[in-house]
């Protein structure tokens, strides 16, 4: 890896991005929402555009598209059978190496999230995390390396928090709790 301008323009849009899309978060009205979320994915697309990792790249703007299609049609399953084919193209365009394929395994794993509710929601958005964690790592985007670390953590917490809640018994590497 080299540190270029490319690199360091890659870290300041992963930046801005990730401070888009935590904004967002605090908007009320869906139009304020959706287009803070938009600016934020222009600069994700940016950043891997920076750092030359193009199928990270055509993975953001599809899920453009793609939450848009499960917005705008009521059967989330369809929906999610209808992205597996563009999944498919991406991958087969975009090619570089095993992990490119990381960030189409997290987007696809997080399209597959959006059918379910609850608990299993947090669970499969670990596994996004953690697939979107690998691939930026490999093209060392440091801010989404940090902010998926907070995600992966965080949900974690909430994923533990809702057993110890329900005072179910569930098993760690440690042993059953």
């Known amino acids: 890896m080299t540190f270029d301008l490319n690199f360091y323009l890659a870290q300041i849009t992963s930046l801005l991005a990730w401070i888009f899309l935590i904004y ?3 908007k009320n009205k869906d139009d304020k929402l959706l287009y803070l979320q938009l600016i934020s994915c222009i600069f994700f697309a940016l950043n891997y555009v920076f750092l030359g990792a193009y199928t990270g790249l055509f ?3 599809f899920e453009i598209v793609r939450d848009y299609l499960y917005i705008k049609f009521d059967d989330d399953k369809k929906t999610f059978l209808f992205t597996l084919p563009i999944y498919a193209l991406i991958g087969i365009f975009s090619y570089d190496g095993i ?3 990381f960030s189409i395994f997290a ?3 997080d399209g597959f999230a959006l059918i379910y509710k609850g608990k299993r929601v947090v ?3 670990i596994i996004t995390y953690v697939l979107w964690l690998v691939y930026d790592i490999r093209y060392f985007s440091l801010p989404n ?3 998926e670390s907070v ?3 965080s949900n974690l917490v909430i994923l533990f928090q809702k057993e ?3 005072n179910k018994k569930f098993l760690t590497r440690g042993g059953v709790y």
């Open 99 to 101: 992990w490119s394929l």
């Open 164 to 166: 110890k809640k329900n």
């Open 107 to 109: 987007s696809l794993n």
């Open 123 to 125: 669970f499969l958005g």
């Open 145 to 147: 390396v940090l902010a």
């Open 24 to 26: 967002s978060y605090w």
């Open 59 to 61: 993975v953001v703007f």
């Open 151 to 153: 995600l992966i953590i």
